[in-house]
């Protein structure tokens, strides 16, 4: 048994179970769990990156997703084999310490709301981290055990054996331990004042404190629990099915994840972003009339790495990045009165990272839907009305690279090249293949009006007065057509 340990004045004096040098089981499991966690860990492949997110690190983003739960799971994951059995030799050795003084409940509570107040600092003061590990509690634990060795009415068993000196000597390696980059120093200070706070408030209650240490440990595997199926974990690896969405408005078409909608629109000026599995891609498209940096040297020297350029089709530039944890792929598509580009951001926690080509396809797969092409003509007309006729020409050259079926499309195009007064700029033949496309799509009288026209630009005149009659059938009223017919009819070949 415990030794009795007299309480404060008018508090009932109790005794506990004394544990012996072998017989602290509460340390042995925890130090179990956490060995049991990182094997979990192992299977899923979540040791870094993207895969320990999944499985509930702390993120820059817990209160925008509101993965609240990532507070406790994180508590229970390691970065590495190094950072484990660092963590869980300590939890074995300082716990076994606490448990012998403090009773086993007491020492898990001291634990886990060491854990918890270690990520919860973290997370308030430096939220821009991904942070993962038992270090909060093993703090907890490390104040617990000084403040049992120089405070005998906290005890309630025997006194730890280790020596003031050497505890202080522990706790000033690890605090200089904790201003190391790459060290969450936020989380052991929280999880040292949170551990002191409850070995304090602890001392009353005596054997209630069962109720609380099983509360919590059911609380921390739930919160992984949570994390895990949040975050697919089991097969997290595995690429999306992609599907078409409308994003911006309705303005594009891409072959995407499932993505949540959130445009937002000012003037021609589209920003489009979605999350496929917000642990995992990024996806964003941006729209402007303003020409962004275009070549790979300007990215990647504003990234700071290296730029692959990649194989996109005509109007599309696209290039890849290799990033800390995953890579980047942007597309710049110019259609000279606009730019479109997406960005598509993959993390992934495997070694090498080698794509497994639908994130690859993705930016291929965006364009413009007939809204947005016809955003675009707008915008080549508006161009074209204020004298810049060799932009508007431009635009819809390369809006027909991504769109060779826009019917109206191919019929401004073909007339603008038959009808320019610039010579330079007119082209009869192109004029009557872009013609031609539209009145295979649809031979209605103004598509076969601008045929007829082209026609005469390459000196067809029986094609076109054949080709503007039929425009005249299908529309008699239209006295334009009429004015047409006769000048064709009038004009020598």
Known sequence: MFDAVQQDAGEESETAPEVGPSGTPAAAALAATLLAVYCLQLAF???????????????????????????????LLHIGFFH?????????????????????????????????????????????????????????????????????????????????????????????????PGINGLAHLGGGLGGAAVLVLSHWGGRFWALPAVALGLLHAAALAMAINAGDAWHWWEPPDLVDRELLDGAVLAS????????????????????WDALTVEYRIYISDEDPAATGDVFAESLGVPAVEQVCDEPCQSWLFEMPGG?????????????????????????????????????????????????????????????????????????????PDAKDLLNEQAWLLATATDDARRDGARAVELAKRAVAQDDSAPYLDTLATAYVEVGDLDLAIATQRRAMELDPENPRFKERLELFESLEP
């Open 45 to 75: 492949d979540a040791i870094e990156g993207t895969g320990l997110i999944r499985m509930g690190a702390t993120t820059p983003l817990i209160w925008d997703r509101g993965h609240i739960w990532t507070l406790a799971s994180s508590t």
């Open 84 to 180: 484990l059995i660092c963590n869980a030799y300590f939890a074995w050795i300082v716990g076994r310490q606490v448990e012998r003084a403090a009773g086993p409940w007491r020492m898990l509570v001291v634990f886990f709301v060491g854990g918890l107040t270690g990520s919860t600092l973290s997370v308030l003061v430096s939220p821009d981290v991904v942070s993962a590990g038992a270090s909060g509690g093993n703090w907890g634990l490390m104040v617990a055990q000084l403040l049992l060795v120089t405070s005998e009415p906290l005890r309630r068993g025997e006194a730890p054996t280790e020596k003031v000196s050497s505890i202080l000597t522990l706790i000033v390696l690890n605090g200089a331990i904790s201003v190391l």
């Open 256 to 275: 995407v994840p499932d993505l949540p909608a959130g445009p937002k629109t000012q003037g021609v000026q589209m920003f489009g972003d979605g999350l």
């Open 327 to 403: 890579v980047m792929i942007t597309s710049v598509r110019d259609y000279e009165s606009i730019v479109m580009q997406t960005t598509v951001t993959v993390w992934t926690s495997r070694r090498p990272y080698i794509p497994s080509g639908w994130e690859m396809e993705i930016p291929s797969t965006v364009r413009f839907t007939q809204a947005g092409v016809d955003m675009v003509r707008l915008l080549a007309t508006e161009a074209e009305e204020a004298g810049d006729a060799a932009v508007a020409s431009r635009t819809r050259e390369q809006l027909l690279l991504d769109h």
